[in-house]
């Protein structure tokens, strides 16, 4: 089954900016959507198709594909970010979440 | 406005089968794909099953696959999950999820509340 690798936690300082790897095989080939999570709530979709951002979604979030590698950048990150955060691709009628990432706003 | 709201969750026995369902509103129901995503208690998010918007594919995670059912009604804008032989760990909060498209996936812009079930002896 197709995997999709992401760290377990990143740290940035308010203001700063904090960037999420998601890696995965052939991961350029695929289109990858990064969402959102805060406790006790719904995920929240925040990127598709690589780059682009849903209605609603913050300037400060963007994000990029290099080889087998994604990547959500939040600009200028504010304590309201700090959430889990998680990569989903899809391959051969198979979607496939990474294991998320803990975002902490120091 | 759009809308899903999940419900049919509860505590059930290791073998015994659930049946969830998923209330759309606020969109064109029957032109988007439909998922099922869960999350056991204090773990990541895990895809279970998507169905098209016509119910005519249907993809399964390997650890439902022969288990769980899903299906959908165009006509009350609701889609269904069955899950039989529950084990343990199927214990999570599912979340229906609609899709940005109608046949693949390209993303899932609306959740739902999610609904809890629990599979204990």
């Known amino acids: 089954s197709y995997e999709v690798t992401q760290p377990p936690s990143v740290s940035v300082s308010p203001g700063q900016t904090a960037s999420i790897t998601c890696s995965g095989d052939k991961l350029g080939d695929k289109d990858v959507c990064w969402y959102q999570q805060k406790p006790g709530q719904s995920p929240r979709l925040v990127i598709y198709k690589d780059k682009r951002r849903p209605s609603g979604i913050p300037e400060r979030f963007s994000a990029s594909k290099s080889g087998n590698t994604a990547t959500v950048t939040i600009s200028g990150t504010q304590a309201m970010d700090e959430a889990d955060y998680y990569c989903q691709a899809w391959d051969r009628s198979t979607v496939t979440f990474g294991g998320g990432t803990k975002l902490t706003v120091l | 406005q759009v809308q899903l709201v999940e419900s049919g969750g509860g505590v059930v026995q290791p073998g015994r089968s659930l049946r969830l369902s998923c209330a759309a509103s606020g969109f064109t129901f029957g032109s988007y794909v439909m998922h099922w995503v869960r999350q056991a208690p204090g773990k990541g998010l895990e895809w279970v099953t998507f169905?098209?918007?016509?119910?005519?594919?249907?993809y399964y995670a390997d650890s439902v696959k022969g288990r769980f059912t899903i299906s959908r009604d165009n006509s009350k804008n609701t889609v269904y999950l069955q899950m039989n032989s529950l084990r343990v760990e199927d214990t999570a909060v599912y979340y229906c999820?609609?899709?940005?498209?109608?046949?693949?996936?390209?993303?899932?812009?609306?959740w739902g509340q999610g609904t809890t079930v629990t599979v204990s002896s």
């Open positions: 169905i098209s918007y016509d119910g005519s594919d249907k």
């Open positions: 999820a609609k899709d940005l498209q109608a046949s693949y996936n390209s993303g899932m812009d609306v």
